[in-house]
């Protein structure tokens, strides 16, 4: 699958400088392109200058709202992050339609952090302006939730998460979601953290972006997991998340090479369910799998270690744990000496965290609006009192 990448704010050009770096690894390790264009937005010319990967040149590092922010950013406030989208979309517009590969892009990814700010606020501006300009292309999302400790310091921030969530879900064709909690190490410097969080977050994507975008005979699967399976899969909230198991190394004579007894095949079978437990542990939010309604896994391993037998486990395990989904499955042969399991439930329909969101930003709006009200009736008690006061001008 071939995917246009705009991230929009601080967060969300971290996260798609990590895009341009794996279709940099996919040219060089597979001869393949998963990305057509990587492009970073905001309204703060230090963060644009920071990336690593996407271009230096003004058309894919675009500066938005200068006239207004003097390249400083909008701070918190998601309605001046979608007002300067409104204003300066059409730099978007223009950027993405000149890009060379842009005819091979099957679908438009969107990238923000939620808590407030130039992404939050332009991401639903933007991404209505992409399905408005580019019918028939899907246009997805994927959204970073913040920290735990950014929602307890200021409740600002679930206000922004969930204004945010309501607006890119009535229009996006699927959203992908990334919780930062469930990635921190909390024996890594900041730094560190926020650079390892980035790349967690990216990584799922890479074995499922290509496996039907190859063109090595030999990494072609016998059930190929194309884009359009991809794109059937996608639908509303989604996430994603990815496992591995390590194949043991150990010398083995030529003659032994095609000799496999039971206990080397119940071993295949183990790595390839291990593999799956550990993607369900890592996908990108908590979830249910009852409540997705569309599910798919991607098994890529070496050739002698996939066969109908392990498809089938697979198969029949996620049909356990997503019962009411509809599912696909496919297969990505390759060379390196591990299992990786990549699985995605899409078309949720309840997950707890966005819930919970939504209440505590409804209570936030009650007392910010309690407290206007208090602050107004006692602004009035002190013009009341200061009227008859001489004035000394």
């Known amino acids: 699958m071939k995917l246009m990448v705009i991230g929009l704010g601080q967060c969300g050009s971290r996260v798609a400088d990590e895009y341009a770096r794996l279709g940099q690894r996919a040219h060089g390790e597979r001869g393949t392109t998963i990305v057509t264009g990587t492009f970073a937005v905001n309204t703060d010319q230090t963060d644009l200058t920071g990336l690593s990967h996407i271009g230096s040149d003004y058309m894919h590092r675009i500066l938005i709202g200068g006239r207004k922010t003097w390249g400083h950013g909008v701070g918190k406030v998601n309605e001046m992050g979608a007002e300067l989208a409104r204003e300066d979309g059409d730099k978007v517009i223009d950027a993405v339609r000149t890009s060379p590969l842009?005819?091979?892009?099957?679908?438009?990814?969107?990238?923000?952090?939620?808590a407030g700010g130039t992404g939050s606020g332009a991401i639903s501006i933007i991404a209505q302006?992409?399905?408005?300009?580019?019918?028939?292309?899907?246009?997805?999302?994927?959204?970073?939730?913040?920290?735990?400790?950014?929602?307890?310091?200021?409740?600002?921030?679930?206000?922004?998460?969930?204004?945010?969530?309501?607006?890119?879900?009535?229009?996006?064709d699927g959203v992908f979601l990334a919780d930062n909690q469930r990635y921190v190490r909390k024996d890594a410097s900041l730094a560190m953290n926020l650079s390892r969080i980035n790349r967690q977050i990216v990584e799922p994507f890479y074995d499922l972006m290509c496996a039907g975008e190859v063109t090595?005979?030999?990494?072609?699967?016998?059930?190929?997991?194309?884009?359009?399976?991809?794109?059937?899969?996608?639908?509303?909230?989604?996430?994603?998340?990815?496992?591995s198991t390590d194949i043991p190394r150990g010398f083995r004579f030529p003659w032994e090479l095609s000799k496999t007894g039971f206990r080397e095949k119940s071993g295949e079978t183990l790595r390839a369910m291990q593999a799956m437990d550990a993607a369900v542990s890592e996908l990108s939010i908590a979830l249910n799998p009852e409540d997705a309604g569309r599910a798919l896994y991607l098994l890529a391993a070496p050739t002698k270690e996939m066969s109908m037998?392990?498809?089938?486990?697979?198969?029949?395990?996620?049909?356990?744990?997503?019962?009411?989904?509809?599912?696909?499955?496919?297969?990505f042969p390759r060379d390196r000496g591990s299992v990786n399991v990549t699985i995605l439930f899409s078309q949720l329909a309840f997950v707890q965290k966005i819930r919970d969101y939504?209440?505590?930003?409804?209570?936030?709006?009650?007392?910010?609006?309690?407290?206007?009200?208090?602050?107004?009736?006692?602004?009035?008690?002190?013009?009341?009192?200061?009227?008859?006061?001489?004035s000394l001008i």
Not at 216 to 243: E, L, Y
Not at 360 to 387: C, P, W
């Open 216 to 243: 090595n005979v030999r990494h072609v699967g016998a059930k190929t997991m194309d884009a359009g399976d991809i794109m059937q899969s996608i639908d509303g909230w989604t996430a994603i998340g990815c496992g």
């Open 309 to 331: 037998d392990i498809a089938k486990g697979l198969g029949d395990y996620l049909r356990e744990l997503a019962e009411n989904a509809v599912i696909r499955a496919g297969d």
């Open 129 to 172: 302006m992409l399905k408005e300009r580019y019918i028939g292309k899907p246009v997805y999302s994927l959204c970073v939730l913040p920290f735990e400790h950014e929602e307890v310091a200021e409740l600002r921030s679930v206000y922004n998460t969930a204004t945010c969530l309501k607006s890119i879900h009535s229009v996006a």
């Open 358 to 390: 939504y209440d505590r930003a409804s209570a936030f709006a009650m007392t910010q609006k309690d407290r206007l009200k208090e602050t107004t009736g006692r602004l009035r008690d002190m013009e009341d009192a200061a009227k008859g006061l001489p």
């Open 102 to 114: 842009f005819y091979q892009t099957h679908a438009f990814l969107l990238i923000a952090g939620t």
